[in-house]
């Protein structure tokens, strides 16, 4: 990767700083699973279901399908900081959630282990690279039987609301004007109070694409709105995001 673009350490090295596992802590306790979350995911896996879940964080997803009946989860996250403070919060809520630090893009599990998975809160947009995402989406296949269901969510490049700063983009792209640091149209590196936060923001027919060309079957997708009316407390922690529901057809 050429010098100066954002890297996999990059984002590790954001979501190892203190604050930013001091927010997700906080998220974890006082928010837990978005109404929406709750809804999708006991429409698509059965409370039995072994389950992982990638980039858990501090576990607020992992820990919110502990309490809902989900006794089989895997959380796996990038950030040492992260893991340790997730297994913390288990240990206090008595809860046999099992967290491990590791990459997406490179799962130390079997294959077919997993009923299915989970890239919560645009984790897998996260990942810099196109390419990178789509080793991602290849190793979570793998490692999810045939049958098995993958949930994740991503922004909406499409998005009205976004319509004219995604024009603008398109302009500074094609000028060669893009931040020096992307990779790719569509990624964004934006300054917020812990420090510079990367993720990709697809199109939907992206992710169509991607889901088609790692040999997932894509199920459903809906933006969270339509889904349910989130609390306030979670629309402050997260923008309005599309669920999609794949399909490992084996």
Request: negative net charge.
């Amino acid at each position: 990767m050429d010098q100066g673009k954002i890297d996999s350490g990059t984002v590790k090295a954001y979501y190892e700083d203190p604050g930013v596992v001091e927010h997700y802590r906080r998220a974890t306790a006082s928010i837990g699973l978005w109404i929406s979350e709750e809804m999708v995911f006991e429409r698509v896996f059965e409370k039995d279901d072994r389950i992982l879940e990638l980039g858990t964080g501090t576990g607020r997803i992992a820990i919110g399908l502990a309490e809902i009946g989900f006794p089989h989860v895997m959380g796996i996250e990038l950030s040492t900081e992260m893991v340790k403070e997730a297994r913390h919060i288990a240990r206090v809520l008595e809860l046999s959630v099992y967290f491990r630090q590791g990459d997406a893009t490179q799962l130390k599990f079997e294959d077919d282990l997993y009923d299915g998975a989970i890239f919560g809160f645009n984790g897998l947009m996260q990942i810099p690279g196109r390419a990178e995402r789509l080793k991602a989406l290849k190793e979570i296949r793998r490692v999810v039987r045939p049958g098995g269901a993958l949930v994740f969510t991503t922004h909406d490049r499409q998005n009205p609301r976004h319509r004219n700063f995604w024009k603008e983009e398109q302009k500074r792209w094609n000028k060669g004007q893009q931040k020096a640091e992307l990779l790719e149209f569509g990624d964004r590196w934006e300054k917020t109070e812990h420090g510079m936060l990367f993720i990709h923001v697809p199109a939907p027919e992206e992710v169509r694409e991607d889901l088609q060309a790692t040999g997932w079957k894509c199920e459903w997708d809906s933006l969270r709105s339509a889904i349910a009316k989130e609390s306030a407390a979670t629309q402050q922690f997260s923008d309005d995001c599309r669920f999609w529901v794949a399909r490992n057809p084996g």
